[in-house]
């Protein structure tokens, strides 16, 4: 299967700042890529969608002006907190698939931590 | 809304069968049934998926109801990395690329 990786795997920052986290497939050229986000013993909630050059849908009661999302070529994807809040801390997942295949592809996850 | 319930949890010993079961009663004619994995601390992992056949790959086993209203994924000989939360899931088409919507899913444990 493909390769997702994510970065950074963990991070932990100050109430105020802003965190970017990368999401690439690294075997083809994913033209959609999903963000979901995982609280402690939950399911996984879907994000964003966002398709290569065109801008993020987001899911209802997800603020597009605090988690931006750029897709700006097949391979790279990135989703960046803005002016994080301890509320935010939370496991944030991305998912690659290409037309012409049934598989959404999952990267490691990355834990941030709002202090 | 999740499309699907499953049991919140279950319990397998190691080298016997796991079942899990999916109920999907208002699935539509054009949606696929999927199942995903999730190992702790982990992004999840795709397991396999049917329309209405059975199918089988070289990690499980899925088996459709003729009415297609419920599944059961089969783990033919459980391991101990196989406890994960699996996650059944209905999405339309089998090459597109719509959202997967995750449900509460069922916490396998294998036990020694």
């Known amino acids: 299967g493909a390769v997702v990786s994510q970065h950074p795997s963990r991070v932990i920052c100050k109430s105020g700042t802003s965190v970017k986290i990368e999401c690439r497939s690294l075997?083809?050229?994913?033209?959609?890529m999903f963000w979901y986000r995982q609280f402690p013993k939950q399911s996984l909630m879907l994000m964003a969608t966002?398709?290569?050059?065109?801008?993020?849908?987001?899911e209802q009661g997800v603020e597009k002006d605090k988690f931006l999302i750029n897709h700006a070529s097949l391979t790279l994807s990135t989703l960046t907190v803005t002016s994080a809040h301890p509320e935010d801390s939370s496991f944030y997942i991305c998912s690659v698939q290409t037309s012409g295949r049934y598989e959404q592809y999952f990267g490691p996850g990355t834990r941030l931590t709002v202090t | 809304d999740a499309k699907t319930t499953q049991p919140p949890s279950m319990d397998c010993a190691e080298g016997r069968a796991a079942n899990l079961p999916c109920n999907h009663s208002t699935i539509s004619g054009n949606e696929y049934v999927y199942w995903y994995r999730q190992i702790h601390s982990q992004g999840p992992q795709y397991i396999i998926h049917g329309l209405k056949n059975n199918e089988t790959n070289e990690m499980a086993s899925l088996i459709i109801t003729e009415d297609r209203k419920s599944s059961t994924l089969i783990l033919p000989h459980a391991t101990l990395r196989d406890t994960a939360v699996y996650y059944c899931i209905v999405r339309p088409g089998s090459y597109n690329t719509d959202k997967l919507i995750f449900g509460t899913g069922t916490r396998l444990q294998v036990f020694p």
């Open positions: 075997d083809f050229q994913a033209t959609t």
């Open positions: 966002s398709n290569e050059g065109s801008k993020a849908t987001y």
